[in-house]
């Protein structure tokens, strides 16, 4: 039986494999379910809804204010100022909602620019705010991602909570297989490394082939079965999503930025998967690797586990316990995940 077959069979016959992939796809399931309920409640759709009722009821209250004697003349004029921007706005957000329900998404994202153009305006002449500075970047980049969704001409929705297939895979891949299957990598490779050694040493070696033919054997085995389980969370999630949901667009904006500038750009969905692919491939060869040289210089399998565990946690929290790195975790994640020489662009 060759090197590879047997690797194979180890890790098969393991019960944990099964409480692993249980595992992959409970998380998956539940990470779902709650996007799926929280993209309904802050979807684009129901924001512009929102917006219509707040409109008409603050028209009311001016037009209350405006008719009691409370007021002086130049409150009630600014009042009417007011409810004249009111019912603009309100006019606007009324045709955006139609061209929504009409499926013309190009034409109520152009509506939509128009607001936002205005809020920047407004938001320059509050030059004493302390919050300008913030504020500002995120109309701008409010303003860049419709522009993006206009020339592409796809429905909106909110990144941070996707649920239909193309957008929930990519949260798949950006949020949770990045931290999940980098431990089932390390348990995976622990089990099957830590298994050669019994009293601190490596019987593998009693096997008639070379030490470094098998450590590569035992490093593919183990990749394999890592990349088999990110396709399947891959489907997974890209199944549930459609079924759902929609399949979603392949043309989709993905927001990432550009070091050292920070310049806010965005890609196309499908531009973005086979650079994050990759990414998530070699850095689960990287810690593959790793493990094996944490389980030869260790050479206990339970010790390895917890060296292996608490070494790969630790990187995964670097982000959120380094001051430097934690203010710009999402320029960093956003680069990783989206791996591009900027000049490509030109």
Not at 37 to 45: G, L, P, V
Not at 159 to 176: C, H, I, K, R
Request: glycine share 4%; proline share 3%.
């Amino acid at each position: 039986m060759s090197i590879g077959l047997w690797d194979i069979k180890k890790i098969i016959k393991n019960p944990m494999s099964i409480v692993l992939v249980g595992l992959l796809i409970l998380c998956v399931a539940i990470t779902f379910y709650f996007n799926h309920q929280t993209s309904k409640a802050i979807s684009f759709e129901r924001t512009v809804s929102q917006e219509i009722k707040n409109y008409k009821r603050g028209i009311v209250n001016l037009q209350k204010e405006i008719r009691s004697d409370s007021l002086s003349a130049e409150q009630k004029e600014m009042r009417r100022q007011d409810i004249q921007l009111s019912k603009k706005l309100l006019k606007r957000d009324l045709a955006i909602q139609e061209y929504l329900n009409s499926k013309k998404w190009s034409q109520a994202y152009a509506l939509r620019l128009k607001t936002i153009e205005m809020d920047k305006k407004l938001n320059q002449n509050e030059t004493n705010d302390p919050n300008r500075k913030p504020l500002e970047n995120a109309i701008e980049r409010e303003r860049l991602r419709f522009l993006a969704l206009k020339k592409g001409n796809v429905q909106k929705y909110n990144e941070d909570f996707s649920a239909n297939g193309t957008g929930f895979l990519l949260w798949v891949w950006q949020n949770m297989i990045p931290v999940l299957l980098t431990l089932i990598s390390v348990y995976i490779a622990v089990n099957l490394f830590g298994e050669s050694y019994r009293s601190r040493m490596n019987i593998s070696l009693l096997v008639p082939q070379h030490e470094l033919t098998l450590n590569l054997w035992h490093i593919g085995i183990v990749w394999g079965c890592t990349l088999l389980l990110f396709f399947m969370a891959a489907i997974l999630a890209l199944t549930v999503g459609t079924m759902v949901n929609g399949f979603g667009s392949l043309n989709y904006p993905i927001l990432f930025y550009e070091l050292p500038a920070m310049t806010m750009t965005f890609n196309d969905w499908y531009q973005v998967l086979l650079p994050a692919f990759c990414l998530q491939a070699a850095s689960s060869l990287f810690i593959i690797v790793f493990v094996l040289f944490i389980c030869s210089l260790v050479r206990n399998k339970m010790a390895s586990l917890f060296i292996s565990l608490v070494s790969t946690i630790g990187l995964l929290l670097l982000t959120s316990t380094i001051d430097p790195l934690k203010k710009n975790r999402r320029a960093i994640a956003n680069n990783l995940f989206t791996i591009r020489v900027s000049h490509d662009r030109h």
